[in-house]
């Protein structure tokens, strides 16, 4: 289908051209769920992907920041279990709910 046709296809007045009614929506459905791909579910992906190299990264020593706004200095690892030392207090958060890390740079991992 030439360019032509279908800029006749998306703009023929109502009633003209039914048979071609079905082909325009698709060609709309598809447009938006291509909309909705690239600026809203790809860019998620991408976030979650370094979210995910930035906890496979932590050590011990690191300054992170937790999704409460807690400040603090990593003394000890698990599987999905960080020890944090703030202030005077110790205490265990999620490794999820690690944000950022203050005192260095993550770089990303090649693959």
């Not at 600026?39 to 906890?55: G, N, S």
């Not at 932590?58 to 690892?77: A, K, M, P, S």
Request: no cysteine; hydrophobic share 40%; proline share 4%.
């Amino acid at each position: 289908m030439s360019p032509h046709h279908l800029y006749a296809l998306l703009f023929a007045p109502s009633g003209q051209n039914a048979g071609g009614g079905l082909a325009v929506f698709v060609i709309q459905i598809g447009a938006l769920i291509a909309i909705f791909y690239f600026m809203l579910i790809r860019p998620q992906r991408r976030q979650q992907e370094k979210h995910r190299q930035l906890l496979g990264s932590l050590q011990r020593g690191d300054r992170v920041v937790t999704t409460g706004g807690i400040v603090g200095e990593v003394v000890h690892l698990k599987d999905d279990e960080v020890t944090m030392k703030s202030g005077e207090s110790r205490f265990i958060v999620l490794r999820a709910n690690i944000t950022n890390i203050l005192n260095r740079e993550v770089e990303a991992k090649p693959q």
